[in-house]
């Protein structure tokens, strides 16, 4: 059994990386129309999944909906906040996201994943120090009158 995910947890980390609250009831995110809101925002709901466990549904809502589910689920799933999101659970409409915390698995398989994913960059970046540096080690050497010999 997981952790219990809280909805005022989770709304808390939204709405400080910048989203709205709309507050909407269950009934008005019911209806299924993302878009007829006016301003862009999220609204929030208990659940219990398959297992039994307590997580949230988090929609999305406003003339861009769809960008706003992007924003909830990057910011719910950076390291600090340790949530996992999904998309593709049962009973959940194209605007809505199932949200949980995340295994120790699946943290570790980000934190993997987010090193593969930088390792040609930190190889670029180790590659030009090494030739800034043997470039200023024969410079110093010049300048000392020790010029190589070859």
Same mark, same amino acid.
């Given at each position: 059994? $997981?952790?219990?995910?809280?909805?005022?947890?989770?709304?808390?980390?939204?709405?400080?990386?910048?989203?709205?609250?709309?507050?909407?009831?269950?009934?008005?995110?019911?209806?299924?129309?993302?878009?007829? @809101?006016?301003?862009?925002?999220?609204?929030?709901?208990? @659940?219990?999944?398959?297992?039994?466990?307590?997580?949230?549904?988090?929609?999305?809502?406003?003339?861009?909906?769809?960008?706003?589910?992007?924003?909830?689920?990057?910011?719910?799933?950076?390291?600090?906040?340790?949530?996992?999101?999904? $998309?593709?659970?049962?009973?959940?409409?194209? @605007?809505?996201?199932?949200?949980?915390?995340?295994?120790?698995?699946?943290?570790?398989?980000?934190?993997?994943?987010?090193?593969?994913?930088?390792?040609?960059?930190? !190889?670029?970046?180790?590659?030009?120090?090494?030739?800034?540096?043997?470039? !200023?080690?024969?410079?110093?050497?010049?300048?000392?009158?020790? $010029?190589?010999?070859?």
């Amino acid at each position: 059994m $997981s952790r219990t995910t809280r909805l005022r947890t989770i709304a808390r980390h939204l709405t400080s990386g910048g989203l709205t609250d709309l507050k909407l009831t269950e009934a008005e995110q019911n209806e299924g129309r993302p878009g007829r @809101h006016t301003s862009d925002g999220f609204a929030l709901r208990q @659940h219990h999944d398959e297992a039994g466990d307590l997580v949230v549904i988090a929609g999305a809502y406003g003339p861009d909906w769809f960008a706003t589910m992007r924003e909830i689920r990057h910011r719910l799933e950076q390291p600090y906040v340790k949530c996992t999101v999904l $998309s593709e659970a049962p009973g959940l409409d194209d @605007h809505e996201l199932l949200v949980r915390w995340a295994t120790s698995a699946e943290l570790q398989s980000r934190k993997r994943a987010q090193v593969q994913a930088r390792a040609p960059l930190v !190889a670029l970046l180790r590659q030009q120090e090494a030739a800034a540096k043997a470039a !200023a080690d024969r410079q110093a050497l010049e300048e000392a009158g020790q $010029s190589g010999l070859w």
